[in-house]
């Protein structure tokens, strides 16, 4: 009789599931990024967009950060609030404010394809601080290493070369253009860029991934002393709203940019609430949980097919040879960076046994040696031999 899967759901075993719930993710993020293109196409303030995304995530988070980790969840000190604090103003703040800002002069496409780096960015930034250790002998440091330059190499060719279109939708009088939905009549959309500081916006997504990295490297010491990552997530979320708050009161004097004008609009703030920050981050972790960090990564460049076939049949992107030149060798090099970090594990993995081995044979050698020990003094007479012979 064949084995069962106790796992499985609806006859799916766990790994089919596992490979099914990171193409969703996939769709769900790359679905998130032209949401939030068409939001800013709408005109919906960039300080407004992440005040509301927040307040949603924050909603989802908070009961089940309650409830599931009541037990491991550490009293909460004047410390601990500093770290949140910092949490947030790198991880939601920076991070979100940078994207934003990016996505707003490129287009979602290369924003997503920018993303790629992460991996390699956090790799080199946990080096850098000596919480990463770089083999340069062995075949996995090189990799990284190889990786992390790709990585660097094809964000510069994206910022710094833009080149001649390969490829865009139809045009009409010259002009591309795409429909999208609005309140109650059908708009065309200008080309992503049109108008907009390309090097600029590729700065910006570069201090997004900067942002991103960091808020990865600081994540680990502080999960290590407080041990709840959703009551970690649901805090820094709540500094980040209180963090683009302070900022709006400065920068968003006007309150009507506050206020909902279309049903679309509050379509793309409960998108990029619920499904973005609330449900793909749920999923995300079961993945990471089951599946590991490197499994999920290794999904992330199908984000950026997907966001490329849904930007240009909803927005009329067009893609550039600099993108396109760039976007390759990103994801060449987040792959080298992965398989680094995998050659890694699986040498620790084998070093780890090499020395339980070797434990367990000189264990196994003392123990024979204290036996013979003990069965030779046995064998031997209680008083010596010469003492007949004295007689």
């Given at each position: 009789m064949a084995d069962v899967d106790p796992r499985a759901v609806c006859g799916m075993p766990e790994k089919v599931q596992l490979h099914v719930a990171m193409l969703a993710l996939q769709f769900g993020y790359a679905g998130f990024h032209v949401v939030s293109r068409l939001a800013l196409n709408m005109g919906i303030s960039k300080l407004v967009f992440p005040v509301y995304r927040n307040i949603i995530a924050l909603i989802l988070l908070v009961p089940f950060a309650y409830f599931l980790e009541k037990k491991d969840r550490p009293t909460l000190t004047l410390s601990f609030v500093v770290q949140f604090f910092l949490l947030a103003l790198c991880g939601i703040t920076a991070n979100q404010g940078f994207y934003l800002l990016g996505l707003d002069n490129t287009s979602p496409t290369f924003a997503s394809a920018i993303q790629n780096s992460v991996p390699a960015i956090t790799f080199a930034m946990a080096a850098a601080l000596r919480i990463e250790k770089v083999r340069i002998d062995r075949k996995d440091g090189i990799a990284k290493i190889l990786g992390t330059l790709a990585c660097v190499a094809g964000a510069s060719v994206i910022t710094l070369y833009?080149?001649?279109?390969?490829?865009?939708?139809?045009?009409?009088?010259?002009?591309?253009?795409?429909?999208s939905f609005t309140q109650d009549t059908t708009v065309l959309w200008v080309n992503d860029s049109n108008g907009k500081n390309w090097t600029l916006g590729c700065i910006y997504l570069i201090g997004h991934c900067l942002s991103w990295s960091g808020w990865l490297v600081l994540q680990a010491p502080v999960l290590k002393k407080y041990p709840a990552r959703l009551s970690v997530t649901s805090y820094t979320c709540f500094f980040g709203v209180i963090q683009f708050l302070i900022i709006a009161a400065f920068m968003e004097r006007d309150a009507d940019a506050w206020a909902f004008h279309s049903g679309s609009e509050v379509f793309t703030i409960l998108y990029a609430g619920f499904i973005a920050s609330g449900v793909a981050f749920a999923v995300q972790i079961w993945c990471i949980d089951r599946g590991g960090p490197v499994f999920v990564a290794v999904y992330q460049p199908v984000q950026t097919l997907v966001v490329a076939i849904m930007a240009s049949l909803t927005l009329g992107e067009?893609?550039?040879?600099?993108g396109i030149i760039g976007a390759a060798l990103?994801?060449?090099?987040?792959?080298?960076v992965l398989w680094g970090k995998s050659a890694e594990r699986a040498f620790a993995v084998k070093e780890a046994a090499v020395l339980v081995s070797s434990t367990c044979e000189h264990e196994g050698h003392r123990q024979s040696s204290v036996a013979s020990f003990k069965a030779s003094s046995l064998n031997q007479p209680l008083l010596p031999s010469s003492t007949s012979e004295n007689v």
């Open positions: 833009k080149g001649p279109t390969i490829f865009g939708p139809s045009t009409l009088n010259g002009t591309a253009v795409a429909s067009k893609f550039y040879l600099g990103i994801i060449m090099g987040l792959y080298l």
